[in-house]
């Protein structure tokens, strides 16, 4: 792998969504199907770079040359990414962490009951913020922002806030972007708020993309 772009850079990438239990049988989770997380997670390793794949619950298969993690939680997430993080190069964090967890896990089924019923939510720890701030000048900080409303002003928002050396956005707006998707159409925006608009690809693609703005910034 010498010679290749990535060699010698150890790279951490996040996936999927989490599960927060509510019982032993019931979760909350959302729809991401880790598509783009595995395609980012397998365009590094092709170009170079040694591979630890952190992932919440999906179907997906990882490539041989990746290290695979997998987590069901955001608090297993949390405590993954922040073990790895020190010795990593390049982090890129495409997981759909859930913002909210049950504040008890019921150890037992919950019981139909007449009438409505209440959760009670706490929040999760914002991993992504957490590594920002204990990030280092030579570490690469990559988020992810899905939005529905006033995109731009809130990947900025994130790209300063969390800390990061680049924001990838993709709007729910797009045809060809989102969840389950083969596709997605990305912006990227980075520390100098430079904005880069990509056209509707496959994830594959996007992934590349995604890879050689990584390597501008080593650059
Ligand atoms: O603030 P928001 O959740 O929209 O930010 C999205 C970015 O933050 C994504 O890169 C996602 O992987 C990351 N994130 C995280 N931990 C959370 C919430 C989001 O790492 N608890």
Redesign the pocket.
Known sequence: LKGMPFYGKKAMV?AGPTYEAIDPVRFIGNHSSGKMGFAIADALARLGAEVTLIAGPTAQRSKQNVTRIDVVS?SDMFNSCTALFPQTDITV???A?A?YRPTTVEQQKIKKQEGEFTLVLEK?????ASLGRNKSAEQILV????ETNDEENYAKG?LEKKNLDLVVLNSLNDKGAGFKSDTNKITIFNRALEKTIFEVKSKTDVAQDICEAILKIIK
Do not use: E, H, S, Y
């Open positions: 996040t955001a964090m495409c997981a962490v913002d999760t720890v914002d991993i992504l988020g992810f922002a899905l994130k």
